[in-house]
């Protein structure tokens, strides 16, 4: 249990028990939310959730985009448009 008890009560690890468990640590710091500190050549870098909106929530809408009729491309016959020559 020494991997909890790190996470747990320290939040500091070494880069050797970071790649040694990286899946097991990410899944924690997920659930948890709590930060990790790892040292490395005397440095230390926090890994921590980061604000995410999907891209598709991030565009903006616009209108007036489809000139004519929406049903019409519903309806098309794309094999038609594709082979003949433009």
């Given amino acids: 249990m020494r991997f ?6 320290m939040n500091v690890i070494t880069l ?3 790649s040694a468990d990286l899946d097991k640590i990410v899944d924690q710091i ?13 440095h230390k870098i926090k890994i921590t959730l980061a604000d ?3 891209k ?3 565009l903006t809408k616009r209108t007036g ?6 049903e019409d491309i519903v309806h098309c ?10």
């Fill in 77 to 86: 016959d794309w094999l038609q448009m594709l082979q003949s020559p433009s």
């Fill in 56 to 58: 598709l929530e991030r």
């Fill in 4 to 9: 909890f008890y790190s996470i747990c009560l």
């Fill in 52 to 54: 995410y909106t999907p």
């Fill in 16 to 18: 050797a028990e970071l």
């Fill in 30 to 42: 997920i659930e948890a939310g709590i930060p990790m500190e790892v040292i490395w050549k005397s």
């Fill in 65 to 70: 985009v489809i000139n004519g009729d929406p």
